[in-house]
Every structure is written in C-alpha cells, then in structure tokens.
C-alpha cells in the first residue's frame, strides 16, 4: 500500500482522509483463537496476533492507526490489557499503524531496518518507533512461551520477522504469507522474489507439520497451505519471467495468469500489479 499512498496523498490529502475515515468506521476486529495464548485479530490491513497470559498482552503488528482503540477494545474482550510488548513483522503502514498509539505504553521490538524505513517515512510519530531492534534473530520470552524472531531478509522488504511461538506451535508469517493469493514483493524497500521465496521455503523447513499459521493477509492458515501458495508463488513467476524474456505483451501474460490462476489476483494485487512487481525484480 506504501506506493499507492505516496502517489494519492498530496494530491488528495483531504478526500483521502475522509475516505479514510468512513473505511475504518465500517471495521470490526474479529478474533479467532488460534492455540493456547494465542488469538488472530482480522480487521482491516494485515493480520493481529495475540498472546494474553499472566505476564500480560503481546500483539504481532496493528494495522492502521484510526484502528488502535478498536484494536484496544477487541484485546480487552479477550481478557488482554495494554500490550507490554509489541513485535513488528516489517515497516509496512498496515502492519504498524497503531505503533504510535500502542508504543506510549508498551515496548515495540523489530528488525533493525524496521526502525531505520520508520524515522524515514514523514510524520511518523516517536511514539511509534522500535526501541528493541536487532540484525539477525531474537528471543522473547513471555506467557510460558519461548518466540523465536527470525529475520527475513530481503524478501517482501529488507526488514521481515517471522514470528513463532514455539511452545504454542504458532507462526505469524507477516507478509511473507498472503494466503492463497499473489503476494505483494517491495522491491523498493530491498524486497526481492528469489529472497522471498527461499525465505518461506526455511521457514517450511524449521517449522513443525502441525504448527497454526497466521498470514500477514487472508484466513488462518496450516502448513499446507502456505506450501501451496508458496508453490503458485514459484510456478506463477517462472511462467511470466518465460513469458516476458519471449517478448509476450505484458497485458497477454496477465491474462493467461487470470485464467492459470483463477482468484489468487485480488484487491491491491491483482494479475496485472503481480507481472509489474516480476518486470521490476527482473529489471532491479
Ligand atoms: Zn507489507
């Protein structure tokens, strides 16, 4: 979405608000408990995870900002407080909106680059910003839980976590999982195809056949089902990186996916969007 927001938003800065505003109106977070400690709240931007126990609340990301008090009020339902930990996946405004709000209180833990593309994006308040951070991997331990942060790199971003619960047997994958759909890859921010795949197929490889998947977007998920979408992931890039060192039109390429690959081109990354983002890794 970070692309799309800096092209819209100083030129439409107040209808872009409202419009903002009325979306986020109409959201509700829905929980759905996921195992032990752990719930997934779904609401608008990329997937919650939650762990409430006796050492308190921990969240995996928080959407947008106009969300934090929805978000606040969901946890509390759950039995949950304010989150005294609350980890990052990577940089991306619909995974860190809340920071701000949530960092006045709680400590936000992520990828070194996490807090480095945060202090580079405008007006994003202190508040908000990583004051853990670390280069490669991490442990937390919190509610009777060992989490192991396992950084990512060069995949969606340059600054991707994977977030398992090991005691749980639970992975939040960020957006390295957008469950039965193409994925959305920031070349701009340091992400690359080759990384991203190589990146889920370790974590496929680290992770127990039973654990609970959360995915940054889309339903909960198991093991299967992130094979599954990280093998459409590798087909459907081999098929239009053929398709365009033959000098197929663009547009064609698209098409053909549309039909290999009937509904995992939807909202922000459809076919066409998925062919742009396999021309720019190819040409980066
Ligand atoms: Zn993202």
């Known amino acids: 979405m970070r692309l799309f927001f800096r092209l819209l938003l100083p030129l439409t800065l107040t209808t872009q608000t409202w419009a903002a505003e009325d979306r986020f109106a109409a959201v509700d977070i829905k929980p759905t408990h996921v195992a032990g400690a752990i719930h997934m709240l779904e609401g608008a931007g990329g997937n ?30 759950l039995g949950g407080d304010q989150p005294r930990l609350i980890l990052n996946t990577h940089f991306h405004g619909d995974h860190t909106g809340s920071n701000p709000q949530f960092g006045r209180t709680g400590t936000i833990v992520a990828h070194d680059n996490v807090r480095i593309r945060l202090l580079t994006t405008a007006n994003f308040p202190r508040t908000g910003l990583p004051l853990v951070t670390y280069d490669d991997d991490a442990t937390v331990h919190f509610n009777d839980d060992t989490i192991a942060l396992i950084h990512l790199p060069n995949g969606h971003t340059d600054g991707d976590s994977a977030v398992w619960f090991k005691h749980s047997n639970v992975v939040h994958m960020g957006d390295h999982f957008f469950n039965g759909r193409f994925p959305y890859v920031d070349i701009d921010s340091g992400g690359s195809i080759d990384g991203f795949i190589a990146n889920v197929e370790n974590v496929l490889a680290l992770v127990p056949d039973d654990i609970k998947i959360i995915p940054g977007h889309g339903a909960l998920a198991s093991k299967a089902d992130l094979q599954s979408t990280i093998d459409a992931v590798k087909a459907s890039s081999a098929s239009v990186r053929a398709g365009l060192s033959n000098g197929d039109d663009a547009a064609d390429i698209a098409a053909t996916l549309d039909q290999d690959y009937p509904g995992w081109g939807s909202g922000f990354i459809n076919a066409s969007r998925w062919v742009a983002i396999i021309l720019a890794d190819a040409n980066k």
């Open 48 to 77: 919650i995870g939650l762990s409430i126990g006796d050492d308190g609340t921990l969240i995996v990301d928080d959407q947008y900002a106009p969300l934090g008090d929805k978000i606040q009020a969901a946890i509390a339902e």
